[in-house]
């Protein structure tokens, strides 16, 4: 219903004889026998009902309704189905509804009955008109001479009389409806249902003149015929339910027109089909297609395919715009890495790049111009892969080619695709290639162990985001809590991946974010983590710092410390950074820090941790005046920023009060590479050693938004710096699809099973961080170089002198040869150990 008056009228008897204005229709045995447009304040029930010999095929017809006010169609609506005999007369009716999309009843309105492009009827009523645009173009509408005040509101208009044609028959006075039944006082004779017509080689619009030059078609909104071969077909129930076209040796050759086209249609065709047909043009998210297809008519079978068009990345505004290319057949020759596979499992798509995966703009360049200059060469710079389907959670999920996706056949961030080639969509606000051809993978970024750093080092830190590790009650109930497990099940399936990953870092100290703020008894969140711990490690192994609190912070979420008491000391008490320690540091937005000095036995060196979870982008913090400037720090920023002041005074000012000149930062800062958090403890005297030991371009821990970098991070002051002998990431979560976690969600039944595995790999969405502290005297535990420590001084200098390449940044070769850099500390001690001894 649109633009109904909703008065109800008085039944007023009108009864005309069709005639014909201007131009004249040939009779026909297929016509509307009932029209239904007038309900009180909603749409339902409304319909037109199409009367026929039994046995009429109405695929490829189509209803066009029109506004006679300006004469315009506004409405195509395809017709499909077999008319059924109607009690042995050898005619039928099929109505057809339009519950949301109405039927006009101003004045005049109309209507056009259309057998692929040729108009069998044109009714008017309320008034005549002449029609604009549609197939109905230039007709003067026959009147069937009905008035607003003629139909009682919920009251249908229809024929009586005898007859196998419309002309046998007049419209009379309304009435209830009769759909599914003849009239009253109608009666059909016997006809034979019409022949199809052939639109074959008849008048056709080129796709180019539809897709124009331009981001939407000239063309839009508009009824059009297009002649063209089928270039790849979709029609399946569970794919994108329709088929592409593209002009072959009919193409316009301009480079800035398209020559392919999408058809939203279930009727079958296959691909190498030339097809004739009849719709309207539309630009429904963004992509141009024919939709609301009347005719759908096969011409030949078996026809060449138009050759694909070689295409490549980066994408720009100009010459490689590829709104030139889309609907078409394309093949992109470059060698693409995967960049992200966040939604490989849900939607069956990942992103590809080339020259390598894409970095986060704030992790390689500064914030504000810099950053969104990056931002913008990004999105020139990726293509998604679909899997020609709109079915969501597919089982299988059929990349990476030919096994498909399980926990031990991921397809990981960086990995590679050869030579793809498929037809160039866009739909939902992005470029996408629904493939035609199997893909070709290549493993560029296969799992590997922990890496094993440099062969020097007394202590081995850790940092390591848990991905909301809740226990429930800690007795096996309580879920679902918080965040993390809704099921007991799945906190099993998460603990046996977690314990796994901490267990393989071996670190001496680990930092955890992201565990449960239940406190520290027996059945806490950390407490369970660190029993787990030690069923694998041994009895003993591993323990957790104690604040002596219910919670730290009132988040739901803390940091935490574990560490293995055979390798370091606990020294004094653990320090807590909140906002009542420095009301810069907001503690509703923050997780307060947790700061503990231990003593390293090995190097019997003091070392202050300080363990830290800053405020996320994904939410606000307007009400503190902290918006998303638009400079690519997201929200936030300042929140984060001044956290980061507050974090450098406080740990100068010795928090523990033990004496530590060694202070190490580490944890999830929220914060990229070049961002403020970052650049105001680099300015307060700390190295980032991931930028020193990896470099920016190279390092990465998270991805998001199609980029990698990091946000997790290891800081050391300037005592400290000098001591660190490497840092690095293990790439177990970060790259890997979030299908293969714990949780059970949007799976089957087949893949809860064969995307889980009891290990590591995507244990969490945070990539661990090691680093490696050597610092004098690591050798010696009694605090002077003797003629032992002499002695695996010199072996180890007479290992690396004169090695090819000795001075590389390298951690060492096959056989244990230290870099240069340590070689200098090493060989520093002997001569100090020599010096010693001869002057004694």
């Known amino acids: 219903m649109i633009a109904k008056n909703m008065r109800s009228f008085p039944l007023l008897a009108a009864v005309s004889t069709l005639g014909f204005f201007g131009n004249a229709q040939a009779a026909t045995p297929v016509f509307i026998n009932e029209i239904h447009y007038d309900n009180s304040g909603t749409d339902s029930g409304e319909a037109i009902e199409i009367a026929g010999p039994a046995g009429t095929n109405l695929s490829g017809w189509s209803l066009v309704l029109y506004n006679g006010n300006g004469g315009a169609s506004y409405n195509t609506k395809a017709l499909s189905g077999v008319i059924a005999d109607q009690s042995g007369t050898g005619f039928g009716t099929l109505s057809f509804s339009y519950p949301t999309d109405g039927i006009q009843n101003g004045a005049p309105d109309g209507m056009a009955l259309v057998n692929g492009s040729t108009v069998v009827q044109f009714l008017s009523y309320e008034g005549s008109f002449t029609a604009v645009g549609g197939p109905a173009a ?34 009379a006075a309304a009435s209830a409806n009769t759909f599914g039944s003849s009239n009253t006082g109608q009666t059909f004779g016997g006809s034979t249902p019409p022949p199809p017509t052939s639109q074959c080689g008849q008048p056709a619009t080129l796709i180019s003149a539809i897709q124009g030059s331009a981001g939407v078609s000239p063309l839009n909104g508009s009824v059009q015929h297009v002649e063209a071969v089928v270039s790849a077909d979709f029609q399946d129930s569970s794919n994108l339910s329709g088929f592409f076209v593209q002009q072959g040796s009919d193409s316009d050759n301009n480079p800035a027109t398209s020559e392919g086209l999408f058809v939203v249609s279930n009727i079958p065709v296959n691909a190498g089909d030339k097809v004739h047909i009849i719709g309207t043009v539309a630009e429904p998210f963004g992509m141009t297609r024919l939709e609301s297809i009347s005719s759908v008519e096969v011409c030949s079978s078996s026809n060449a395919l138009p050759a694909a068009a070689e295409v490549s990345l980066p994408f720009d505004s100009a010459g490689n715009d590829p709104e030139r290319w889309e609907g078409m057949l394309v093949q992109l020759p470059q060698t693409l890495s995967v ?24 992790q390689v360049a ?110 096996g109930g309580g879920f679902p809590t918080a965040r993390g497990a809704n099921t007991l099940a799945e906190f099993n399936r998460q603990r046996d991946k977690i314990i796994p ?26 407490a369970d983590l660190v029993n787990g711990l030690n069923q694998l490690a041994g009895a003993g192994t591993y323990a957790f710092i104690n604040p002596g609190l219910s919670k730290v912070g009132s988040d739901e979420i803390a940091v935490g410390i574990l560490y293995k008491p055979a390798k370091v000391s606990v020294v004094g008490n653990v320090a807590i950074l909140d906002s009542s320690i420095n009301p810069q540091f907001i503690d509703t937005k923050n997780r307060p820090t947790l700061a503990q000095t231990f003593l390293d036995k090995a190097s019997n060196k003091l070392l202050t941790v300080a363990v830290n979870h800053l405020k996320s982008k994904g939410s606000d913090c307007v009400d503190v005046n902290d918006p998303d400037t638009g400079d690519g720090q997201g929200n936030c920023n300042q929140t984060r920023t001044a956290a980061a002041q507050a974090l450098a005074s406080w740990l100068a000012g010795d928090p523990t009060h033990n004496g530590a000149s060694n202070a190490l930062i580490i944890g999830d800062l929220n914060s990229y590479a070049q961002e403020d958090p970052i650049s105001t403890l680099k300015n307060a005297g700390y190295q980032n050693l991931l930028e020193t030991f990896v470099g920016n371009q190279v390092a990465y821990s998270y991805v998001f938004d199609g980029a990698a970098g990091y946000l997790d991070h290891g800081l050391a002051n300037t005592s400290l710096a000098p001591q660190v002998k490497a840092a690095g990431e293990w790439h177990i979560n970060a790259d890997e ?46 605090g002077d170089v003797d003629a032992s420590d002499a002695n695996l001084i010199k072996a180890q200098v007479g290992k690396c002198s004169g090695k090819v390449g000795f001075n590389r940044e390298a951690d060492y070769d096959a056989t244990g040869c230290v870099t240069y850099a340590d070689y200098r500390i090493w060989y520093g001690y002997y001569n100090s150990y020599t010096a010693s001894a001869s002057a004694q």
């Open 339 to 362: 960049t992200e596979n966040y939604n490989l499992a849900r939607y069956g798509e990942f992103l590809l790049s080339s020259g390598g995966r894409l970095l986060t703009p704030t």
């Open 138 to 171: 230039g007709k003067v509408g026959v009147d069937i001479g009905v008035s607003e005040s003629s139909v009682p509101v919920g009251q249908s208009l229809q024929l009586k009389g005898t007859g196998s044609s419309y002309e046998d028959f007049t419209w």
């Open 737 to 782: 699809p979030r299908a293969l976690d714990y949780n059970t969600e949007f799976k089957t039944a087949g893949q809860i099973s064969s995307f889980y595995a009891a290990d590591a790999y995507r244990s969490s969405d945070h990539d661990p961080l090691l680093i490696k502290l050597f610092v004098p005297g690591d050798l010696d535990n009694d």
């Open 501 to 526: 990953a901490i267990h393989a870092l071996n670190a001496d100290v680990v930092g955890l974010m992201e565990i449960e703020n239940d406190g520290y008894g027996s059945t806490s969140a950390i």
């Open 366 to 475: 500064a914030p504000g111009q810099a950053a969104n200059d990056v931002a913008a060469q990004n999105l020139l710079n990726q293509l998604l892969v679909d899997d020609g389907s709109n079915t969501q959670n597919p089982d299988p999920v059929i990349y990476p080619q030919p096994t498909g996706l399980s926990a031990t056949t991921p397809l990981r961030s960086g990995d590679a695709v050869v030579g793809a080639t498929g037809v160039l969509a866009y739909d939902f606000g992005v470029y996408r290639l629904q493939p035609t051809q199997p893909l070709t993978f290549v493993a560029a970024n296969a799992r590997g162990p922990v890496p094993a750093l440099s062969a020097l080092g007394s202590l081995k830190i850790a940092s390591f985001n848990v991905l909301n590790y809740f226990n429930g009650n800690g007795v």
